[in-house]
């Protein structure tokens, strides 16, 4: 039996901030006691003075190796896990894809090989649903079984990933049965295209067009859409990926009625803008992820949706693809850019960032990266939280280190960062997973394999 004692710390949880030490055997969390009062014996003694001691991060929303646009998503398993690490998120939940004309089953088995013996961290999966049919509406039932409880379905991206709203309503009402989540891609593709295409007749190629075709009004036309279908089928739903201001504004409305709708943003809605869209010479493409960058002030409507709870989760919808040879194959024509940004390895850095600026406090950081993630998809207290009994998923956590973003040192397998040059203050020191060091003093100590499938259980906020 290992023992680890993680001492004199600040202890930060979605509840309470406590200066106390933590006890870790075999790879979970069995006391914690006020700093100093218990003379535990250890194998190991980590000193956490001057440091937050915090539950690693849960990122619900990524895109490992991807096939999208004709390409990949440039993060494996393996590059994408060691580099979450490196950010202090201990647990991704990816995107397992059905391919139209296959089954569920197929898509998952795929994600299963390709994530098999390949992380640094724990993971589960969400299934994304692009061929509604008999035989995959019953198979939802079997994959909630399984630990796969939610299912991403798109109303975007006609002929790739797009279902319609009779599709839609048979799967909510499949979900309302069997305790699985929708989440929606919630912006309206069929009207998108048409715009798309009046775009590039005029000769409107930029990376810049993308945002402009992708308009407000057609992601909270579409998130208001869901909403309704899911009152319909009966079922809770969870909108992924909110950047406008008028889709935050459709869900408050619908959370005011006690519907049970929830809603994630990310950090590229929170801290980028279309000001970089329209960066010259095709570097707009670095940004081009649907739904798009909005206009600056959006920013301020997300946060305040972060406060209020209107938004519950901050996930990062990591999907990398290099600007070289990747990004590149939509010069001329920005619908054939990749859609989808770097992140993983940014997101707890960037919301602590927002806790120095005021938009946030320390605790509702936890919440809204670790603690609800986890309840949100049903790995909670497993995962999500430090309490006797949890995962010794643990970040130590440098709140006075300071740090310059960049593609020179981040660890994501892209070659450029969304985010590069802006100033941190904050870092990562040392993160364990399940007890074991990842990372040790800003080295990396983990290895490809250590991470396992994590089967999750429903939604916990039903
Ligand atoms: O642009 C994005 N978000 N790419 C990933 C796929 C998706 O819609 O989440
Ligand atoms: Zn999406
Ligand atoms: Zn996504």
Redesign the pocket.
């Known amino acids: 039996m290992t023992r680890t004692i993680i001492t004199g710390g600040l202890v930060i949880t979605a509840s309470d901030e406590l200066r106390a030490d933590v006890l870790i055997e075999d790879g979970r969390v069995v006391a914690m006691a006020t700093a100093g009062s218990q003379q535990w014996t250890a194998d190991r003694v980590i000193d956490a003075s001057r440091k937050y001691v915090i539950p690693g991060g849960v990122d619900a929303h990524t ?1 490992m190796e ?1 096939p ?1 646009g004709g390409t990949f998503a440039s993060d494996t398993f393996e590059t994408g896990t060691r580099a979450a690490a490196w950010g202090g998120t201990t647990t991704i939940v990816d995107f397992a894809v059905q391919t139209p004309g296959h089954s569920l089953r197929q898509g998952l088995d795929t994600w299963y090989a390709k994530a098999d013996g390949k992380c640094a961290i724990d993971y589960a999966f969400h299934m994304i649903v692009s061929d509604v049919n008999e035989h995959s509406l019953k198979e939802m039932d079997g994959l909630v079984e399984e630990g796969v409880s939610s299912f991403k379905l ?1 109303m ?1 991206y006609p002929g790739v990933f797009y279902s319609d709203d009779g599709q839609i309503l048979r799967a909510m009402q499949r979900a309302s049965g069997n305790g699985g989540l929708i989440m929606m ?1 919630a912006e309206n593709g069929i009207a998108i295209d048409v715009l798309v295409e009046q775009a590039l007749a005029r000769g409107e190629t930029d990376p810049r067009h993308h945002g402009e075709v992708r308009k407000v009004l057609l992601e909270a036309e579409a998130t208001h859409r869901a909403i309704q279908l899911a009152r319909v089928a009966g079922s809770p739903l969870y909108v ?2 909110v950047s406008a201001e008028e889709a935050v504004a459709e869900l408050a409305a619908a959370r005011d009625k006690g519907l049970p709708v929830f809603g994630e943003t990310c950090p590229q809605y929170l801290f980028l803008s279309t000001d970089n869209l329209e960066e010259p010479d095709f570097q707009g493409a670095k940004y081009v ?2 739904t798009p960058l909005r206009p600056r002030e959006h920013q301020a409507a997300l946060w305040r949706g972060l406060r209020t709870n209107d938004l519950q989760v901050v996930s990062t ?1 990591h ?1 990398p693809f290099c600007f070289r040879g990747q990004k590149e194959l939509g010069r001329g024509d920005f619908s054939k850019i990749p ?3 770097p992140g993983v390895e940014n997101r707890m850095d960037l919301l602590h960032q927002a806790v120095l600026d005021g938009h946030i406090t320390r605790r509702r950081w936890i919440e809204i990266a670790c603690a609800t993630p986890a309840r949100m998809f049903g790995l909670y207290p497993q995962k999500g939280t430090i309490a006797p009994g949890s995962d010794a998923d643990i970040v130590l956590y440098d709140p006075h280190a300071e740090q310059v973003i960049s593609a020179e040192t981040h660890h994501m397998n892209v070659d450029y960062s969304a985010y590069e040059g802006r100033r941190i203050t904050g870092r990562v020191d040392t993160v364990l997973s399940r007890g074991e060091l990842v990372i040790d003093r800003r080295e990396y100590t983990g290895h490809a394999g250590h991470g396992a499938f994590i089967p999750r259980s429903t939604c916990q906020y039903l």
């Open positions: 895109h991807l999208f798109f975007a891609h992924v990926h992820c649907s919808d999907c859609n989808g940004l």
